[in-house]
């Protein structure tokens, strides 16, 4: 149990479709990421939120719209993805400033 | 911009010998180090944070270092176990602002700890 949870484990979808990967945590914690893990690169953070408000969008297609409506729920929302954009995209959160972050077991995506 | 590089890329040993994973970066204006562990299929797993400010964190058999001044950390490993053998990542939290909120990571190193 990493007190990070994400959903769904594994998701495959067209390049039309839309669909959205869910981060929830019950740590208590006030900064939340995404990130995207692809074969042979190093993890790239995607977005920050902290107390509910974007404080990083480290220059991500529009085609991935981040929502946090709380702090302990992250919702990263997919439309019109492409091949490339398959990957493994993880999900984090972190207390005060200066402390770990913890991650979830990522949500596998196949873009067809 | 940061850039945070780990050797070697792959590491095979017997059980039971000691070994260091090495990471560098290049931008010594650093707010912490994390290193974790990544399973297959799975996500990471929080093993050790240094602060900026201190040299060195335990935990168990895990040892990791850190060199501000020359952009270096090391994680040691002590009587491997084949339940040792994952990926290892190194990340870098940046700035001196934002409590190290943006992490940089290096690409890993793979270890398999062999019987």
């Known amino acids: 149990e990493t007190g990070v949870t994400q959903t769904p484990r594994h998701l495959v979808m067209g390049m039309t479709n839309k669909k959205s990967l869910k981060c929830e945590q019950h740590?208590?914690?006030?900064?939340m990421y995404w990130y995207k893990q692809s074969a042979k690169k190093p993890l790239e953070l995607m977005f920050v939120?902290?107390?509910?408000?974007?404080?990083e969008n480290n220059s991500v297609p529009s085609r991935f719209s981040p929502e946090c409506p709380n702090s302990s729920h992250l919702f990263l929302h997919l439309h019109t993805l492409q091949p490339e954009d398959s990957a493994l995209y993880l999900c984090?959160?972190?207390?005060?400033?200066?402390?770990?972050?913890?991650f979830g077991d990522g949500t596998r995506l196949s873009i067809l | 911009k940061q850039e945070v590089t780990q050797i070697p890329a792959a590491l095979s040993v017997p059980e039971g010998e000691n070994l260091v994973l090495n990471c560098s970066f290049t931008?010594?204006?650093?707010?912490?180090l994390q290193w974790f562990r990544q399973d297959p299929g799975k996500g990471l797993t929080s093993l050790l944070l240094?602060?900026?400010?201190?040299r060195e964190q335990t935990s168990g058999r895990l040892n990791a270092s850190l060199d501000k001044s020359s952009g270096r950390s090391t994680l040691y490993i002590a009587a491997s176990q084949p339940g040792d053998s994952a990926t290892y990542l190194c990340?870098?939290?940046?700035?001196?602002?934002?409590?190290?909120?943006?992490?940089?990571f290096g690409t890993g190193t793979q270890l398999k700890v062999e019987l």
């Open positions: 984090a959160s972190r207390g005060g400033g200066g402390q770990p972050q913890h």
């Open positions: 740590l208590g914690h006030n900064a």
């Open positions: 939120y902290n107390f509910k408000e974007q404080t």
């Open positions: 931008d010594s204006a650093i707010y912490n």
């Open positions: 240094i602060q900026s400010s201190q």
């Open positions: 990340a870098v939290g940046g700035g001196l602002t934002g409590g190290g909120n943006k992490l940089t």
